[in-house]
């Protein structure tokens, strides 16, 4: 989080003509993927009819653009965005409009043609959902529907961008696993030999309730021995890094305590637990449904972009909501370490 999103959202606190500086667009829940992290593995249905429509989406990203909106995140909540016939239009148009554009895709997709249109497009990030260097493991952990290997693709892609000195940057986005863990180095390496990965985002496995959960979770010894990888991820001099794993010296001790049941505490107040995440990122469903939270997948039933402009929805229905949370979110203690990091950055700078 940069100095210029905080004082966004401090000026946001009281006028609220300011609005979101990124919108995260989940644009669909069809996928090619049946990932091990997502439902155990089992395919994701996904009713297409209700995706929001390509003219919905025009209209939203041109009050965005109007709203002075910065950045459009492309994801999909149990989908993958290049599932959607459009999204070579979505993405065009994000770019006309001069938006930042970031999307997070499994990778499956992408090749040297993708490289150079988002090179041509002047795309900005690409976050890719990559567990390891190693191609058997990663097609393990995240198999195709019709068993093909996809790989090469994420290789050719990357190959592509460096062979004709795109400015696309890329984030990897890494589910730590029993699967994986010990993968990490050759990953790092892997990552260090193209120029255009800047970051990895090295991330714990949730527990949403997923039947296979324990058979994936690192056990004491393990975490132990992942501890020491981390400490090396974080002495890595070429790759930004961050991760959701909480205090390593929790991990080095074997604490398996999840970081969303542990406490944080500002300089400035006691015990924290006040949102200020709605202030900075409007999240907004497959069907047009705004959602609560960019973590939890949750509706907020009544307030569609369909229905209203997205200044009508910001400025008056969404505001008391978003001022309820900054008296008291009960939610907090579910929340994940990054986004309470950025919490506890406002709040050592609204105070």
């Known amino acids: 989080m940069d100095k210029q999103t905080i004082e966004r959202v ?15 667009l989940m644009l669909t829940k069809a996928c090619n993927l049946r990932c091990l992290y997502c439902l155990g593995g089992k395919t994701v249905s996904s009713d297409l009819a209700s995706d929001i429509s390509t003219e919905d989406l025009f209209r939203l990203l ?33 770019k006309r409009l001069g938006l930042r554009g970031t999307m997070t895709t499994n990778g499956s997709f992408l090749n040297s043609e993708i490289a ?27 198999p195709a529907i ?31 696993s029993k699967n994986n863990f010990r993968n990490l180095p050759s990953l790092i390496e892997f990552a260090n030999s193209y120029k255009n990965i800047e970051f990895l985002d090295v991330l714990k496995l949730m527990n949403t309730e997923l039947s296979n959960y324990d058979d994936l979770q690192l056990n004491t010894e393990e975490l132990k021995e992942f501890t020491s990888i981390l400490v090396m991820l974080k002495n890595e001099k070429k790759l930004g890094y961050q991760d959701n794993w909480g205090k390593l010296e929790d991990l080095e001790n074997g604490n398996l305590q ?59 229905e969404l505001l008391r909501f978003r001022q309820s949370l900054t008296e008291n ?6 929340c ?12 050592d700078n609204l105070y």
């Open 10 to 24: 401090k000026i946001g606190l009281v006028n609220p003509e300011i609005g979101p500086e990124t919108i995260a």
């Open 62 to 94: 041109r009050d965005a653009s109007e709203f002075k909106v910065k950045d459009i995140n492309l994801g999909g909540f149990l989908g993958e965005p290049f599932c959607r016939k459009d999204i070579i239009d979505i993405m065009q148009e994000i």
């Open 116 to 142: 150079k249109f988002m090179t041509d497009c002047g795309w900005d990030i690409m976050r890719i959902s990559l567990d390891s260097a190693d191609a058997s493991i990663q097609h393990i952990l995240r």
């Open 146 to 176: 019709n068993q093909k290997p996809y790989f090469q693709n994420i290789v050719e892609f990357l190959d592509t961008l460096q062979r004709i000195n795109s400015k696309v940057r890329i984030i990897l986005n890494v589910v730590i």
């Open 258 to 316: 999840n970081a969303a049941d542990i406490e944080f505490k500002t300089s400035n107040q006691g015990d924290f637990k006040r949102c200020f995440v709605n202030y900075y990122i409007l999240s907004i469903d497959t069907n047009g449904e705004i959602m609560k939270c960019p973590q939890y997948q949750m509706g907020m039933p009544g307030f569609n972009i369909k229905n209203t402009s997205l200044v009508t929805l910001w400025q008056d």
């Open 329 to 334: 979110a009960p939610c907090y203690k579910k």
């Open 336 to 347: 994940c370490t990054i986004l309470r990091k950025e919490n506890e950055l406002i709040m």
